[in-house]
């Protein structure tokens, strides 16, 4: 098959990779038919994990299931499914709960696992012809009978339109409330999209790129572009004063001022100064442990120097980490098939496979008008 493959540090190629095959009984085989570029893999793409050479990018896969192993019983031969981004096995402690993200057994000697990822176990992604899908009972989300038609909808179940609402369930966002997001890129769109699911009367968006900054307003939030570096006191502005009852951080370790210039702790502390006391804030922009590239010694040890005394002094609260998709992406599935969320309205792209390479190389480059890459192996 015909696969997206790591070579170093802004070098991905389309190479020959044997298909995949069912190796445990509980396995199946899909063919994937759409899957996306996210911002996730630009961590690895530019050389900022761990990530081994040779590893098979890809972790928001749909496709249709054409092997099933012989432990399998939901899930059939000809059933279009969309995968979480996380691999779990269903029945361990954490999964149990819930916390897929947090698998005890997908990732031995870890927490959680997912498809073509840094430290994530050993599975290959789904930047590919096919995909084995470990534990695919528990792991399939079967679709309804629009699969097909609203495929670039339902391919962002597989994590981004889940990992925006998990933002807005972590900051604890309800109705009419007021909500800030940092990062308009596709995860911080998707938690802007969720913050109105939720009923917000308020969703602001922050960033500096003017394409991403005209999709939030598209879908109803207000755009703060940050270029300037004045976006703290615009919203600020915006919430008279005292900040918005809730914050997202959709941006990650790897946020950057206005020059350009990689500050990790930026966004974080501009939080902590634009939720009112007593808000909370989701992040679920990446973080990492540690980052030998990093801007400076504490940000190589994974530390950022966080404003503490502030948010103790506000009463502010924090939740963090991955999204456990499953814990969401039936519902929000629900709301694409019933015609109540089109998240297909972030892509700008759509490419076959063998163009993946330009995909991220543009999307990369935080191009004008690059917001989302859907590649369509097989085309
Ligand atoms: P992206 O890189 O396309 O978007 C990030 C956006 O942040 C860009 O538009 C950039 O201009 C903006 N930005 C940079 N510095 C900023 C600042 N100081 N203030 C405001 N905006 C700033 O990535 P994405 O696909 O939207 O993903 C965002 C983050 O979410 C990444 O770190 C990604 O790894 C992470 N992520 C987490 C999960 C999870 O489960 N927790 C899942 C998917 C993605
Ligand atoms: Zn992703």
Known sequence: ??????????DVSIQDRPDPKIEKPTDVIVRITTTNICGSDLHMYEGRTSVERGKVFGHENLGEVIEVGAAVERVRKGDRVCLPFNISCGCCENCERGYTAACLRANPGSVGAAYGYAEMGPYDGGQAEYLRVPYADFNCLA?????????????????IF???????????????????????????????????????????????????LALAEQIG??????????????????????GADRGCECVGYQCFNCKGHEVPNLTMNNLVKTVKATGSIG???????????GADELAKKGQ??????????????????QASVKKYNRHLMN???????????????????????????????????????VLKPGR
């Not at 005394?309 to 609260?317: A, I, M, S, V």
Request: aromatic share 8%.
């Open 1 to 10: 098959m015909r696969a997206l493959v790591y070579n170093g540090p802004r």
């Open 143 to 159: 679709l309804p009978e629009d699969a097909a038609e609203k495929e670039n909808d339902y391919v962002m179940l597989s994590d």
């Open 162 to 212: 889940p990992t925006g609402y998990h933002a807005t369930e972590l900051a604890g966002v309800q109705p009419g409330e007021s909500v800030v997001i940092y990062g308009a890129g596709p995860v911080g769109l998707m938690a802007a999209y969720s913050a109105m699911i939720r009923g917000a009367y308020q969703v602001i968006v922050v960033d500096t790129q003017k394409d991403r």
């Open 221 to 242: 939030a207000i755009a703060v572009d940050d270029t300037e570096q004045r976006g703290v006191e615009q919203v600020l502005e915006l919430t008279k004063g005292k």
């Open 283 to 293: 992040c679920v922009g990446v973080f990492m442990p540690q980052d030998p590239g």
């Open 304 to 321: 950022i120097a966080f404003d503490f005394g502030e948010f103790w002094n506000k009463g502010l609260q924090l939740g963090t980490g």
């Open 335 to 373: 709301l694409i098939h019933a015609g109540k969320a089109t998240p297909s309205f972030l892509i700008s792209h759509e490419l076959p496979l063998e163009q993946a390479p330009e995909g991220y190389r543009n999307f990369d480059a935080r191009k004008d008008g690059w917001t989302k890459v």
